[in-house]
């Protein structure tokens, strides 16, 4: 397991190499640049700036330099918010993002299992469509639609719950309601799709069968024989679902005006703050094969018919 | 003894035979028919796509870029044919979810064939070609598999101006991917099957087994995909665009639509509600169809 995790580690290495040679070399394809004001500086001031930032160094020179800096840690200054780091400014927004996209993928997992799971052991009964219904809305409507419409009937006409900021003197935890909700939504759905799936392909199995007929008790027989290699499919999506939970929640934090780290992201490519774009892909690429990386571990445990080394 | 038929006698028998053979494709379309979620759903989305086709035409009494100073958020009315009101800014709400919603079907087509292109063509060679060529060209795509791409078409927008061409192209370059794995997985399943063996030992040319063989039999995941990916593409467009980076003003789609419709909810909440109702609509429609689709040609997975 150990050499596996170290291979895994190894590998991401030139992953996360290819992905920062991308993100920085499109951006500097880009016409225009973050010191293009309305009203054009001086020359001067404007050299003095490319210097101090490095900018005036040939592309694959400053591609370099910032892979050296990265490599101890540095993620660089920021180039529109004078007075702080990429890394302050992370530092800031990353915590919310992580709260917000942690939570709704706990909700969405327990969740979508458990509907899943309900759905498959009432296979083409009433409680199974209206699972299977709810599904349907939750793929259907994503949570661009759905944030807003949430905010508008619950937060503005019932007047239930915030509807925007992260103001928790003031309302307590219940500003994370919506945000929280309407970000799983949609996994919620993909999960109760998969689990009721595969669950219902378990259920059929013979080993089942085995274990019914030897007289134990149905609850066991779900919980410790079917749930355990039905949830198989779900964990290997459970990478996927993060890399769209963390798309989704740059949707999320617009719509519910959080300081997360997916605020910065478009604005900071929209004003072409290199470093700070820079600095984002670095930690959600980062973070995205993090997961992949503990979704594949969680999976061999669970099953042990995989092994690592092979 | 030998029975002779009449030329005109085999014609008949021969077509007869075919009335009653049917195809993989027939047996589809009828347990497509059988499916009434499917049914209503494409007939539902048929009017979209006239309402759509219309909004384009700018056959609607208004205009979807014609702003009246007078009539700034008004709330649906009869009184000069807003009825569905108007936005912020005075402009027939109605014209521009029309327009909106053609541009985010066209975007969802084009960007599905820029993909569907890229896929068959990657996946298709892969297969066929085999070997170490396939291992290096599946491998690309794992990696790219593992990129958060939602990060690049942003950059990517950015950079190169937001016009719709590169919509298509970004996106359509972004959703490839699985269509390559599942050309390729067909082809390789396909390549050992016994009738194309068959169509091998009786010689026939590689090419005529692809057209006769291959293609048909990848066809049908190929379609399911294809149906379903209208749908995400779809998002895809109205994620970009409610981040601001998609179609700009005053052309629309429908996530700018609700993108500036929730921002003027407390004042209008008409151009947030008509504008998601439509795209909630769609993408309903959408995925019935891919669904309906799926159990039809694919019944094992049901």
């Known amino acids: 397991m150990f050499s596996f995790v170290l291979r895994r580690l190894l590998v991401a290495i030139p992953t996360l190499i290819v992905i920062t040679a991308l993100a920085f070399f499109m951006m500097k394809v880009a016409p225009g640049g973050p010191f293009d004001l309305e009203r054009p500086m001086p020359d001067e001031i404007r050299e003095r700036l490319l210097e101090r930032y490095g900018m005036d160094q040939p592309v694959w020179k400053q591609y370099l330099d910032y892979m050296v800096n990265l490599a101890q840690g540095d993620l660089g200054p920021s180039l529109k918010f004078h007075d702080k780091d990429v890394a302050e400014l992370i530092g800031e927004g990353f915590p919310v993002s992580i709260m917000i996209g942690s939570l709704a993928m706990l909700l969405a997992v327990f969740v979508g299992t458990l509907l899943g799971a309900i759905a498959a052991l009432r296979q083409n009964k009433s409680s199974d469509y209206a699972v299977m219904g709810f599904a349907m809305i939750g793929v259907s409507i994503p949570p661009l639609v759905m944030g807003p419409i949430l905010a508008l009937v619950l937060g503005l006409y019932m007047n239930l719950l915030p509807t925007g900021g992260l103001n928790f003197n003031r309302y307590g935890l219940s500003v994370l309601v919506l945000p929280v909700i309407t970000l799983a939504l949609p996994q919620i759905a993909i999960i109760a799709r998969l689990m009721r799936a595969s669950m219902i392909e378990v259920i059929r199995s013979n080993y089942i069968r085995t274990a019914r007929a030897k007289g134990l008790s149905a609850p066991a027989v779900m919980v410790r024989h079917a749930l355990r290699s039905a949830v198989l499919p779900l964990v290997s999506y459970l990478g996927p679902a993060s890399a769209a939970v963390i798309s989704g929640s740059l949707v999320i934090e617009r719509v519910f005006q959080l300081p997360g780290m997916g605020a910065y992201f478009v604005d900071a490519a929209l004003q072409r703050d290199y470093t700070l774009v820079m600095g984002v892909v670095v930690v959600y690429a980062s973070l995205i094969i993090f997961l992949n990386l503990l979704a594949d571990l969680l999976y061999s445990v669970l099953n042990p018919r995989v092994k690592f080394d092979s | ?302």
């Not at chain 2, 084009?110 to 990657?122: D, E, H, Y």
């Not at chain 2, 005529?208 to 049908?220: A, D, M």
């Not at chain 2, 003003?249 to 909440?269: C, F, H, K, N, Y």
Request: overall charge neutral.
């Open chain 2, 1 to 302: 003894m030998t029975t002779i038929v009449n030329p005109k006698e085999k014609q008949e028998m021969l077509t007869k035979a075919a009335v009653r053979g049917r195809s993989l494709w027939d047996d589809a379309r009828t347990r497509l028919m059988r499916n009434k979620a499917a049914v209503a759903s494409m007939f539902i989305l048929g009017v979209l796509v006239v309402l759509a086709i219309i909004g384009q035409l700018g056959i609607w009494v208004h205009d979807y870029d014609t702003i009246y100073r007078d009539r700034v958020s008004i709330a649906p009315t009869l009184d000069n044919w807003h009825i569905l009101g108007t936005d912020a800014q005075g402009r027939d709400l109605l014209a521009r979810t029309l327009v909106g919603l053609g541009v985010s079907l066209m975007v969802g087509v084009v960007a599905t064939i820029v993909s569907l292109v890229i896929g068959v063509t990657w996946g298709a060679t892969a297969g066929f070609v085999g070997g170490r060529i396939d291992q290096i060209m599946m491998r690309f795509v794992d990696i790219l598999y593992s990129l958060p791409f939602i990060f690049f078409v942003i950059i990517l927008m950015v950079v190169f101006g937001r016009n719709i061409v590169l919509i298509f192209v970004a996106i359509g370059a972004v959703e490839w991917l699985t269509m390559a794995r599942i050309v390729r997985g067909q082809t390789l399943a396909l390549a050992k099957m016994e009738f194309v063996e068959a169509a091998e030992a009786a010689g026939v040319s590689r090419g005529k087994i692809i057209q006769r063989h291959i293609i048909p039999n990848v066809l049908g995941p190929v379609v399911v995909y294809v149906t379903l990916m209208i749908p995400v593409v779809v998002l895809a467009e109205s994620f970009l665009s409610f981040l601001g980076l998609g179609v700009q003003e005053p052309l629309t789609s429908l996530g700018r639509l609700i993108s500036t419709g929730a921002q003027d909810m407390e004042v209008a909440p008409w151009t947030l509600i008509v504008p998601a109702v439509t795209m909630m609509i769609t993408l309903f429609c959408l995925n019935f169809i891919g669904d309906g689709l799926r159990d039809a040609i694919d019944p094992k997975d049901r």
